[in-house]
């Protein structure tokens, strides 16, 4: 695990290039069938699957759970991050195991033909992609956990300004303390994440003052896990610059 700090204390880590070859993997049914039905008991009624039709490392879905009367947005779920540990620090291995969530506004592009552009497809790109992440580089994501696109971080697609995404705890589901942890049977704990898209300045203060400090900002502005791209930079450098 990494040795390099942030200046507010955090441990940085950095992925090198993967160097093991593809491996092919196929979906844990049972695990599906029981992520499936705690996402539709605590978010609501599965609309679709976007299946992976090839699989390396994990066999990795995204569960969508449509708008509804009474939530504007769509929600986006990973299904198979779960099926391997991750490589957690000693003493967290009660951590091993997580899927992701997203939200996007009701008005998203979610077809096939819209989702051949990264401006409407990067919310699910950005799920897989750290979805497989601590598999292909036998690391691990936890909350507060941030992760730019690229260094320097550039922006995820044409339609936005956010270049990173950090891991928070999901709101937006009922009963979010219960949602957070699904018990598996064989004692297995598989703890969900939500995903909140950060502008390049947000991760900047994040690294200088600390993920509470940066939490506090983004709860002040209202801002949780459905994608806003026309949102307000909390950390503008003239902001907290001193």
């Not at 593809?22 to 978010?43: D, L, M, T």
């Not at 939530?71 to 986006?76: I, M, S």
């Not at 550039?154 to 009963?175: D, E, K, V």
């Not at 297995?188 to 003052?209: A, C, D, G, R």
Request: net charge negative; charged share 25%.
């Amino acid at each position: 695990m990494s040795s390099e700090l942030s200046k507010s204390g955090q441990p940085i880590y950095r992925h090198e290039e993967r160097k093991s070859d593809f491996q092919f993997a196929s979906g844990n049914e049972e695990n599906i069938e029981r992520i499936s039905s705690h996402v539709e008991k605590y978010i609501g009624k599965i609309d679709r699957v976007f299946h992976e039709v090839v699989s390396d490392l994990i066999h990795l879905d995204v569960l969508a759970v449509h708008p509804s009367p009474t939530r504007n947005y769509y929600t986006f779920i990973t299904c198979g991050m779960s099926d391997l540990p991750m490589t957690v620090p000693p003493g967290a291995e009660k951590l091993r195991f997580a899927e992701l969530l997203l939200c996007v506004p009701s008005d998203w592009m979610i077809s096939e033909q819209a989702f051949q552009q990264e401006e409407h497809y990067w919310p699910i790109h950005w799920l897989k992609k750290l979805a497989r992440l601590p598999h292909e580089y036998n690391s691990w994501l936890y909350y507060a956990h941030t992760i730019p696109n690229g260094d320097p971080a550039q922006p995820f697609a044409s339609n936005t300004r956010f270049s990173g995404m950090m891991l928070g705890l999901p709101t937006i589901a009922s009963h979010a303390k219960e949602f957070f942890t699904l018990t598996m049977p064989d004692d297995k704990e598989v703890h969900f994440f939500s995903l909140i898209p950060l502008y390049t300045e947000e991760m900047e203060y994040k690294l200088q003052h600390g993920a509470d400090s940066l939490f506090d900002k983004l709860g002040k502005a209202g801002v949780n896990e459905i994608v806003n791209v026309k949102r307000k930079n909390v950390c503008k450098k003239s902001f907290w610059l001193f």
